[in-house]
């Protein structure tokens, strides 16, 4: 019997596969160390999920700066420590977005680190390209904190 006061959508595991089909974007495994055509798989322990939607931005740097302030606004991210503080999923507009600008995933990482700098320090925060490609979304999962005893995300290769 359940007895939790909060639950989330990763109280019994939450998974998902990362879209690897577009060549601008590099995949998380293979920023992760993973070399190319392996499978791998990363675990990452959350508190929750955050849903963040931006109807304005249409432009790489002003998606950037919207994104900075959902990390901004969350707690939790970016504390002192060495470790992801949160992973965000980019939805397919948003990779779209930036993909259209020419930002690769080293460029979005070193933007959200400036536009929040408090939380997105760099290796605090994870990004992945998941979700529909309708709709400009994206959710971040916010770890517990970062450091050894937050949330540590683990990536191995799999043989399938």
């Known amino acids: 019997m359940d007895r939790s006061t909060m639950g989330h959508p990763g109280k019994l595991g939450l998974c998902f596969a990362e879209d690897e089909s577009n060549p601008f974007w590099t995949p998380l495994a293979r920023s ?19 849903i963040h939607n931006e109807e304005n931005a249409r432009d790489a740097d002003g998606l950037t700066a919207s994104l900075g302030d959902v990390l901004t606004d969350m707690n939790g991210l970016g504390l002192v420590g060495g470790g992801a503080g949160g992973l965000m999923v980019l939805g397919g507009e948003f990779a779209r977005i ?12 070193a933007g959200l680190a400036a536009a929040a700098p408090a939380v997105a320090i760099p290796g605090e925060l994870l990004l992945v390209r998941a979700g529909s490609n309708a709709g400009l979304f994206s959710t971040v999962l916010q770890g517990w904190m970062s450091g050894p005893r937050g949330s540590q995300p683990v990536t191995r290769e799999i043989t399938p």
Do not use: H, K, L
């Open 32 to 50: 992760r160390g993973v070399p190319a055509g392996r499978s791998a798989v990363t675990v990452f322990g959350f508190c929750g999920t955050s």
């Open 98 to 109: 930036y993909r259209e600008a020419g930002w690769d995933r080293t460029r979005v990482e």
